[in-house]
């Protein structure tokens, strides 16, 4: 299994850069099995049954990417310089790791500040980036929402800068728990009046929490896929989330995450058998083609980067031959790829 199994060309005006709006009107390609469809995220409730449970991941993205002016005393006298960092998750001794631009210019011990309010201190440059900020709790929430934009991905940020729709247009509709730098961006399709029409339908809603981390957006740089190490990410499924999970299933229901987070932590968290187990702490599960399913019976989720780990999944899930045709239909039906592009709904044969 090689990395060029997972590739395909992606022309340039086919990355999204805004987000559909409303939100549900982003169009929906829905493989089922063979049979391929052009719907909208709208249409859900007609193509969804009575007992299926979606699985939502309740994360909130935090406005991680932040500008500030590096700060050092020097013997020829005080230095600043402009710098850029993009918080990746905190640590258990209060700091954060970070990634910096340009790295290589700051130094152990010097100050970064980004606002009247709030700055860092260098703590830890030594293979990684650690800062450790000025404030904590809440009122380091409120600095942040202050001084930081939200994180968008490279693919986006290289096409512009991050701006005020982004802190309505890159979270959900129910995000909750602060702790992600990215975005559970198949959420991103959902309204009220969706929400609203799929629960008449009778369509039941369970939310986990995956904070999805920067390492999200990194590379494959192994030829042999099956050798990759996954980014670890935090997460968890709660008591109720596992009994509603089960109940589902013991009913005959289809459990259907929306996005990858969430079926990569639903995943996780149930035995080689589909029964859902309560759990918290990290997850670095890597699905690939041979995957055993345990719990998933479909999924709702945007299209992915080529040569990436989603690739790899969605491949997983409904075969490599089989995503290759819908990723051709795709490309030729004019969808809109990446963290603010269309969406699917992947409903395999069998698994």
Not at 77 to 84: L, M, R, T
Not at 225 to 254: L, Q, S, Y
Not at 264 to 270: F, Y
């Amino acid at each position: 299994m090689k990395l060029d199994d997972f590739d395909f060309d992606l022309p340039e005006d086919r990355i999204a850069t805004r987000p559909a709006r409303p939100r549900s009107s982003a169009k929906l390609l829905v493989a089922d099995g063979p049979e391929t469809r052009d719907c909208h995220v709208h249409d859900l409730p007609d193509l969804l049954q009575p007992g299926d449970r979606l699985v939502l991941n309740d994360t909130r993205v935090i406005p991680a990417r932040l500008t500030g002016r590096r700060h050092r005393d020097t013997a020829q006298g005080p230095v600043s310089a402009k710098i850029e960092v993009t918080l990746m998750e905190p640590q258990p001794d209060g700091a954060w790791s970070a990634l910096a631009k340009p790295l290589r210019k700051l130094a152990l011990g010097e100050t970064v500040v980004f606002s009247e309010d709030l700055s860092a201190d260098v703590v830890e440059l030594e293979g990684c980036l650690r800062l450790r900020f000025n404030l904590s709790g809440a009122d380091f929430d409120t600095a942040l929402n202050a001084a930081g934009a939200m994180p968008l991905p490279p693919y986006i940020a290289g096409k512009r800068a991050p701006d005020e729709r982004d802190r309505e247009d890159y979270q959900t509709i129910w995000a909750k728990r602060a702790g992600a730098v990215a975005a559970p961006t198949a959420s991103l399709h959902f309204d009220e009046a969706l929400i609203a029409a799929l629960t008449v339908r009778g369509v039941d809603f369970t939310f986990v929490t995956l904070h999805v981390g920067a390492g999200t957006f990194l590379p494959v740089t192994v030829e042999d896929v099956t050798t990759h190490k996954m980014h670890a990410e935090w997460g968890e499924v709660r008591e109720k989330a596992a009994d509603e999970i089960n109940a589902t299933r013991a009913a005959g229901g289809r459990i259907i995450p929306v996005g990858t987070t969430a079926l990569r932590l639903i995943e996780t968290a149930a035995d080689a058998d589909g029964t859902m187990r309560p759990f918290e702490g990290d997850t670095d599960i890597f699905i690939y083609p041979g995957y055993v399913w345990r719990v998933t019976d479909a999924l709702m989720t945007n299209f992915h980067l080529p040569k990436s780990t989603l690739m790899m999944l969605v491949s997983a899930l409904m075969g490599q031959d089989r995503i290759k045709q819908i990723y051709a239909h795709a490309l030729a039906n004019e969808y809109r790829f990446f963290s603010y592009g269309d969406a699917s709904l992947l409903i395999p044969s069998r698994i």
